[in-house]
Each structure stands twice: as C-alpha cells, then as structure tokens.
C-alpha cells in the first residue's frame, strides 16, 4: 500500500514538472538568459545594484511561475525582469563609456601640459640661440667696421704715397704696378754703378714713402741707352739696379720682397738717336707691385 | 482535531473571499494610473530615443504596451492592465538608458579621437606611443 502511494506520489511530482517544463512561458525564458548574460559580464562589475534589482525582479517572477504557472502576470513580470537584466547591461555600458570619457580626457590635458613643456623649452632654445646669433652678429659687425677702417686707412696710405711719389719722380700705373721713374743721370755718374750723393737724399725720400707701404713687393729695373755693347750695358743696368736695390734694403725694406733686374737697353722709353733722348732712356725704374709675392717663392 | 481544521480552513476562506470582494471593488472603482508610463516614454523622447535604433523599438514598444493598458482597463480588466502598465514603464526605462548609452559612446569616441588628434598635430612634442591610433577606439564593447 505504501509503496503505491510513493508511486503515485512520484507519477504526480513527474506530471507536474513535465506539465510545467512545458508551459515556461518565452518570457521568463528570456528573463532568465538575460539575467544570465548581466550577472556574468561586466554588469556585474560596474552595475551590481542594477544586477541585483534584476534578480530580484526575475525572483518574483519565478515565484509567479510557480504559484500561477503561465498566467499573465507571470509573463509580464518576466518581461519586466528581463527588462531590468537589459537595463543593468546599459547602465554597465554607461558607467564604461564615462570611465573612457574620463581616462581620454586626463590624456588630452596630460598630452597637452607635454606640448607646452616641449614649445616653452624649444622656445627657451630658440630665444638662446637668438641671443648668441645677436651678440655674434653684433661681434661681427664690430669686426666688419674695423676692418673696413683699416682697409681705407691703407687706401689714404697708398694715396698719399702715391701723391708724394709723384713730387719726387716720374709715377705711372701700369698692369704691372705702380711704376716710380728714376734718372739715371741724376743717380749715377757716366758708366758708373756707385750712387751719387744727391742721388741718395733723393732716394731717401723714394724710400721714405715706400716703406709706409713696405708689405708690397718691389722690382728694380735698370735701363740704358744704346750706346756700347748689349753685354756692357746689361751688366751695367744690373749693377745699377742692384745698387739702388741694396740702398732699399739698408734702409730698411724687406730684401725678400725686393729683386733687381738689368734690362740693358733693349726697352726704350725715347729716341736714342739725340741726347735727350737717351738721358730718358738711361733710368732705373721701380715696380711697386700690386700683388703680394716673395722672391722665396 | 479534524473539526479545528475545518474551521480554520472556513475561516481561511471566507476572509480571503472578503479580501478579493473589496480587492475587486477597490480595483473596478481606482482609475488606471498611467502617470509612471507617459513620464517614461516623454524621458525616453527627450533623452533621444528615435534617434537611436534599439532604444526607438522600446520606446515604440513602451507605447504600444500603455495603449493596450489603456484598452484593457476599458473592458474592465484591471488586474491585467495595471501587470500591462508595468511592461510599459520598463521598456520607457530601458529606452531612456539605451539613448543615454548611445550618448556617451559618441562622447566617449570623440573624445579619444581629441587625442588622437592632438598627438597627430604634435608628434615633435609627444614621443611617447599614441594608445589611439586613427580609426581604433578603446571602447569596451
């Protein structure tokens, strides 16, 4: 008798739970699987007050389902319950989306505060740079004008000793240099190579203004008229040169920057046929050069 | 024993038929309160549901839901539209945060994007990696 009233007992348990697997309505199936979905993820996290307000509303709904099965109310309180599992996942997703506003809004103001370090240092470089270019640039400048000064003091210099030149011989600009004629009628005696004693204070004052410029380069150059041998007259046009080269020299120009050449007489500067003529061409002429050389070289 | 049980169960039963008599007065006479329902889906309006494709099908739904309340408790069947109502009040709900959800991800996302772009414009300035490179948010979805 017992063992028929377990029987029975079971076979009602067994209908019911069949009975009611078969009539859970779709929206506390639903309910179920979105409550599911949010306790699972991130809702949990970020939305448990959400999470829980869902459990409770699909707890009431179970409740429902079990008290009176698939009645309306059981449908709507599962449909309410599923609504609030998919509210505590939009609120999880808020919460996220203002946590990502946040973090990208430190970045922005972090980002911003490098840009300002770095413009404020390249600006302090650049205003250094600016300074040391300034004071350069004014250094130079100051460099420039002395230079400029100096050149144009040695401009007057030559001028003036052009100038002065000029009062005392013959001076000519040729593409050679400036070219200081002398008489070799007023320096030496006929055939002779030893200077005159007028010939030296006239020197004197030759080299007084050569040796304000004394950095150029001198050549010497003794002429003759056409009178004896072409060898006599090279032999002497180089002694004379020589002599007046030597004279230079004790008073003080650089030998290095002086040579002598005795050219004889084959460069004429008048008509050896009178003797006027060859007075002219009997001269020693000296080349101040333009450019800068030494004899060393 | 027996005869106690009865009258419990008597007893049981008459004040659960006097409950449901004046339930069922207080239930006929009370109108439908609505309130809760038109303030939601008017939320859901205004915080841009129909601008937002999941939250426009619950608004429309909210809708749909306070109509058929509304429809219910004209043939008297209360108990059913007051269950309705609450369907409503729960899709105005969630059409209200849907819309707010879709607000702060376009937010979030043009915010990164000020980032990104600010480090573009300034790379001389920021060595450092760029975490958002042009066209990947770091929205967790």
């Known amino acids: 008798m017992k063992t028929n009233n377990n029987i029975l007992v079971f076979t009602a348990c067994a209908g019911l739970f069949i009975s009611c697997a078969a009539t859970v309505p779709t929206e506390l199936v639903n309910a179920r699987e979105a409550y599911r979905r949010a306790s699972t993820g991130v809702a949990a996290r970020t939305a448990p007050a959400e999470v829980h307000v869902a459990n409770q509303a699909l707890a009431k709904a179970e409740r429902s389902f079990q008290e009176k099965s698939d009645s309306f109310e059981t449908r709507d309180l599962a449909y309410v319950a599923e609504r609030k599992a998919q509210m505590a996942e939009a609120t999880a997703s808020i919460t996220i989306e203002q946590e990502n506003q946040a973090k990208a809004k430190n970045d922005y103001q972090a980002t911003q505060g490098k840009i300002i370090a770095k413009t404020n240092q390249d600006l302090s470089k650049t205003r250094t740079a ?7 640039g004014e250094m130079a400048a100051v460099q420039l004008s002395a230079e400029q000064e100096a050149r144009a003091a040695a401009e007057k210099q030559a001028v003036d000793a ?10 000519k600009e040729e593409p050679r240099g400036m070219v200081i004629t002398l008489s070799g009628s007023v320096l030496f005696a006929s055939n002779q190579t030893t200077l005159l004693p007028e010939a030296l204070a006239r020197l004197d004052q ?6 304000t410029t004394r950095e150029r380069n001198l050549t010497i150059e003794g002429h003759t008229d056409s009178q004896g041998s072409d060898s006599s007259n090279l032999t002497l046009s180089q002694a004379r040169a020589d002599a007046v080269r030597n004279y230079l020299v004790q008073r ?8 002598s050449n005795g050219l004889g007489e084959g460069n004429p500067v008048a008509d050896n046929g009178n003797a006027e003529g060859r007075a002219n061409n009997r001269r020693v002429e000296i080349v101040v050069e333009s450019k800068m050389y030494t004899l060393n070289q | 024993m027996r005869h106690v049980s009865k009258i419990r169960i008597m007893v049981f039963a008459a004040a659960t038929a006097a409950t449901t008599i004046i ?3 207080c239930t006929t006479s009370a109108p439908l309160r609505t309130d809760a329902s038109t303030s939601g889906i008017r939320a859901a309006e205004e915080a841009g549901a129909t601008e937002v494709p999941q939250a426009s099908l619950h608004l429309q739904l909210a809708k749909e839901e306070l109509e058929r309340a509304n429809a219910l408790a004209a043939k008297d069947e209360k108990e059913q539209a ?31 994007e000020r980032v990104r772009q ?8 920021v060595v450092t990696n760029n975490p958002y490179p042009k066209g990947v948010s770091n929205e967790n979805e």
């Open chain 1, 252 to 259: 003080g120009y650089e030998a290095d920057l002086i040579r």
């Open chain 2, 118 to 125: 600010l480090r573009q414009d300034n790379k001389f300035a």
């Open chain 2, 82 to 112: 007051v269950s309705m109502l609450a369907r409503a009040e729960a899709d105005a709900e969630l059409a209200v945060l849907l819309s707010r959800e879709e607000t702060e991800k376009s937010e979030a996302k043009a915010a990164v």
């Open chain 1, 206 to 211: 030759v080299a007084d203004v050569l040796l």
């Open chain 1, 130 to 136: 600016l300074a040391a270019s300034e004071q350069s």
């Open chain 2, 23 to 25: 339930a069922a007065g």
């Open chain 1, 162 to 171: 052009q100038a002065a030149l000029a009062k005392l011989a013959a001076v």
